[in-house]
T-cell receptor, first 113, second 114 residues
Framework: KAGVTQTPRYLIKTRGQQVTLSCSPISGHRSVSWYQQTPGQGLQFLFEYFSETQRNKGNFPGRFSGRQFSNSRSEMNVSTLELGDSALYLC????????????FGPGTRLTVT | QQPVQSPQAVILREGEDAVINCSSSKALYSVHWYRQKHGEAPVFLMILLKGGEQKGHEKISASFNEKKQQSSLYLTASQLSYSGTYFCGTESGAGGTSYGKLTFGQGTILTVHP
């Protein structure tokens, strides 16, 4: 099976702009989780989607939002970008059967200038 | 609360063994272990569930002490390819009820030299 794919891989934006990142899970995986990774804070959970519904959300401001489509693909959006939003954004998909392990995509490296 | 990993960094020669520990102050349902190489995605290694079920890498083993909320990852006969940052991710809700949320430790940097 193909792995988790994320687009774009790299992105440079300026403060105040908004950005949309895309994630396609492993075929058959219906849950998609998003994480932010920074050197200072490490890996932090943003939110999780299943069947087009957000089931869980981490401690991030409302500028961070997401959605999931009927084919399980997911997008996350960050509005009014701040310098501190510069990070690697990772999505992970889960089959929701058995042991619930998560498989990560390669990430989108976002740089805010 | 973020789980605490120790040590923060390990340097090994090929063939040597290492143990990485992960400790949480919360009751855990499962512990997930990942390895991340620079510029790459975290790669799933092992999952340990409350009650003893495990699933993961053939050449890597781990333990989960449910009473102490601690897990250890055992890397034996290390290879150059083992170099990277190891993360533990913990889940407090049973059987998928954490809804995708893993809480990760700060990572342990493992370097294997020839």
């Amino acid at each position: 099976k193909a792995g988790v794919t994320q687009t774009p891989r790299y992105l440079i934006k300026t403060r105040g702009q908004q950005v949309t990142l895309s994630c396609s899970p492993i075929s058959g995986h219906r849950s998609v989780s998003w994480y932010q990774q920074t050197p200072g804070q490490g890996l932090q959970f943003l939110f999780e989607y299943f069947s087009e519904t957000q089931r869980n959300k981490g401690n991030f401001p409302g500028r961070f939002s997401g959605r999931q489509f009927s084919n399980s693909r997911s997008e996350m959006n960050v509005s009014t970008l701040e310098l501190g939003d510069s990070a690697l954004y990772l999505c992970a998909s889960t089959e929701l059967a058995g042991t619930y392990e998560q498989y990560f995509g390669p990430g989108t490296r976002l740089t805010v200038t | 609360q973020q789980p605490v990993q120790s040590p923060q960094a390990v340097i090994l020669r090929e063939g040597e063994d290492a143990v990485i520990n992960c400790s949480s102050s919360k009751a855990l349902y499962s512990v997930h272990w990942y390895r991340q190489k620079h510029g790459e995605a975290p790669v799933f290694l092992m999952i340990l569930l409350k009650g003893g079920e495990q699933k993961g890498h053939e050449k890597i083993s781990a333990s989960f002490n449910e009473k102490k909320q601690q897990s250890s990852l055992y890397l034996t006969a290390s290879q150059l390819s083992y170099s990277g940052t190891y993360f533990c991710g913990t889940e407090s809700g049973a059987g998928g009820t954490s809804y995708g949320k893993l809480t990760f430790g700060q990572g342990t940097i493992l370097t294997v030299h020839p």
